[in-house]
């Protein structure tokens, strides 16, 4: 017999994790299987990184870290925020955290009351919705479609605005879309916001160093609703570094104070190696960002045109990030005799079963009729990919 709390029982399970772990059992059996599903860098840790880590070791950074994290990490972190988003976080301001999802969840459990409304702007990255779920927050959901490039307008949010919104999660460069908004866009949404006290906005920022048209826009660098602004981000995406799990917090004071008071009870410091590494990776040249950006370019371009090729697929092109979001709802009620493919979901595991692709279904994302593809991978399993794809979409009728 289970006795599994509501709280748990309340979670879904992580879509990006989900169809990882079924391609990874699929790849154990020896199937080809091409991996277009989970969001992460096929980069290896920029060499720099891994040495300042090895060093750690070796000059015993094995005790438990401050809380917060290490001042030098804190300290570099603040240099970040004023040298590349024009932002002021003093170190005390600053949270380390195992990776900007645990970020984010400290961020929510602080300031969410049960039945608070939080919004979120889809199409959105999956964990948004369950961790606002599990802080029992009140999840509002406002959309834009493929034919808006995936960004709401002012007007949506003003109007999804109640007496019981707390917070607003905004996410640019997006995952899964990888659209950008621009300086103009971002300050009409800081206009909003700043008419409401009370209500405050995640910015997620941790693509931000992967950015292919215009530039990155920090909604705290807007002085009118800095203090009603937590900043996200972390080593990740932009260094290579998923598996080090560092993630952090520029925040108002009071709520890095409540994110210290969790993380106390919860986690104590996070990793002493990977905060070292990624003090490292914060103080080194930008050669390597610089490298990776433009294979990402590079990888944008390939799978955008093989995609425009690909009949029935509606594809906007990403201005950021490494993930594209066709919409294929041409495909549902389609069949190739054997399988009706119904909605995204089906038909991500239609391509995984029949073309051997993995992607994820836009249900996750609250994007149904399309399809996440990351396209993080090399050239030549791109090409490769796209030509299952379409040989498997062929086949539907
Ligand atoms: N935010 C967004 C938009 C993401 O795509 C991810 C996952 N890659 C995260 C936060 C969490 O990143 P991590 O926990 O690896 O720092
Ligand atoms: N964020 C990545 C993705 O969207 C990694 C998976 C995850 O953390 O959920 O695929």
Redesign the pocket.
């Known amino acids: 017999m289970e006795y599994l709390s509501d709280r748990v029982k309340s979670l879904s399970v992580s879509q990006?994790l989900a169809m990882a772990q079924k391609s990874r059992e699929l790849k154990a059996k020896g199937i080809d299987i091409i991996s277009l599903g989970l969001?992460?860098p096929d980069f290896n840790t920029p060499d720099y990184i891994k040495e300042a880590a090895k060093k750690a070791i070796d000059e015993n950074y094995s005790k438990y870290p401050p809380v917060p994290g290490y001042a030098d990490l804190r300290e570099a972190i603040s240099r970040k925020f004023k040298v590349e988003n024009g932002v002021t976080y003093s170190p005390d301001q600053i949270i380390v955290s195992?990776?900007?999802?645990?970020?984010?969840i400290n961020v929510i459990l602080s300031i969410v009351n049960p039945g608070d409304e939080v919004i979120i702007l889809a199409p959105y990255?999956v964990?948004?919705y369950d961790q606002v779920i599990f802080a029992e927050g009140k999840p509002v959901v406002i959309g834009a479609k493929i034919e808006n490039d995936f960004k709401i307008r002012p007007e949506q949010l003003e109007a999804a605005i109640t007496n019981k919104t707390r917070l607003i999660i905004f996410?640019s460069p997006?995952?899964?879309t990888g659209m950008v908004y621009d300086r103009n866009e971002i300050e009409k949404i800081a206009r909003v916001v700043g008419k409401h006290e009370g209500v405050f906005i995640i910015s997620?920022e941790?693509?931000e160093h992967i950015i292919f048209t215009g530039e990155h826009v920090s909604l705290a660098s807007f002085d009118f609703i800095y203090d009603r602004v937590i900043t996200?981000n972390?080593?990740?995406?932009g260094y290579a570094m998923?598996g080090w799990?560092?993630?952090y917090i520029g925040a108002p004071l009071w709520i890095a104070k409540a994110c210290n008071k969790l993380q106390g009870q919860f986690t104590s410091g996070v990793c002493s190696i990977a905060q070292r590494a990624s003090l490292a990776a914060l103080q080194g040249n930008g050669d390597s960002q610089r490298i990776m950006k433009a294979a990402f370019l590079r990888r944008r371009d390939l799978i955008c045109g093989l995609l425009k090729e690909v009949k029935g697929i509606k594809v906007r092109i990403p201005q950021g990030?490494f993930y594209v979001m066709p919409d294929i709802s041409f495909y549902f009620g389609k069949t190739d005799g054997e399988t009706k493919i119904t909605n995204s979901d089906e038909l991500a595991l239609y391509l995984l079963d029949k073309a051997q692709v993995a992607t994820v279904g836009g249900d996750a994302f609250g994007a149904p009729e399309c399809l996440r593809i990351s396209y993080a991978t090399s050239d030549d399993l791109l090409i490769e990919a796209v030509k299952r794809i379409k040989g498997a979409l062929g086949k539907l009728r």
């Open positions: 990006t969001g992460e195992a990776g900007a999802k645990h970020s984010l990255w964990s948004y996410n997006s995952n899964p997620d941790i693509y996200v972390g080593v990740s995406k998923t799990r560092i993630g990030a």
